[in-house]
């Protein structure tokens, strides 16, 4: 009687297998609810000179963080940022082996939740996912942070959206460092895309809408 789709892409998937375009909904896909209230407003210039990168994650292959140290690592000296990786996981002692070898700037201070998490949001200039999964991406652009992910499973593509980020579509270590160091160069224009982040889980993608989008296909579902 009817489909719901998590992002535009989905839902014209669904169309072209077929389904009546009347019967097919969308609930945007979120993870967080409406941010309470806006992030602080952070300086134009970089702490120290040098951007603060973070991710915060289940520390696993799939995350692609071994791309990340080496993209790090191929920056000019200069520009060469601050990068905390918080998470734990199978990947972890790997991880901190290689950035040992090739980072060893890079952070690993273990899993964060909850409140322990806002000081390191607050003081990030840039969160970064190379690869899948990531549901503190939400978190992040709800504390007003720029983002770089990779493009999983599509419904990334309405989150990120050029005015606040990058999606990339295909990760490996040059496009990455090129990613990076077009963000980093650009402390100005960072603080805008991650007011632009703000506005997206603030307006459009978080669960209030999420559930606004179930209810209006379970009402005309319902109507027949």
């Known amino acids: 009687d009817g489909v719901i789709a998590y992002s ?4 014209q998937q669904y169309i072209e297998s077929g389904l009546k375009p009347e019967r097919v909904f969308i609930a945007p896909n979120a993870v967080s609810p409406r941010p309470k209230k806006k992030p602080s407003l952070r300086p134009l210039e970089f702490h120290d000179g040098r951007a603060y990168l973070l991710f915060v994650g289940r520390l696993q292959e799939r995350k692609r963080l071994d791309v990340l140290l080496h993209a790090c690592a191929l920056l000019p000296d200069h520009l060469q940022p601050r990068l905390t990786i918080i998470g734990d996981g199978p990947d972890r002692s790997r991880l901190e082996s290689l950035a040992r070898s090739i980072y060893p700037q890079a952070q690993f201070p273990g899993a964060k939740h909850g409140g322990e998490l806002e000081p390191y949001f607050n003081l990030a200039d840039l969160f970064v996912l190379p690869g899948t999964g990531g549901l503190a991406v939400q978190q992040a652009m709800a504390h007003g942070l720029p983002v770089i992910v990779g493009e999983a499973d599509g419904t990334q593509s309405e989150l990120v959206k050029p005015q606040n980020g990058w999606l990339l579509p295909d990760v490996n ?11 980093i160069s650009n402390p100005s224009r960072l603080r805008q ?3 632009a982040s703000f506005q997206i889980v603030d ?3 978080n669960l209030e809408f999420m559930v606004q989008g179930f209810l209006h296909a379970i009402r005309i579902v319902l109507k027949g």
């Open 8 to 11: 535009q892409a989905g839902a």
């Open 173 to 183: 270590v040059e496009t990455l460092s090129s990613v990076l160091l077009d963000a």
């Open 193 to 195: 895309m991650g007011e």
């Open 203 to 205: 307006q459009e993608i």
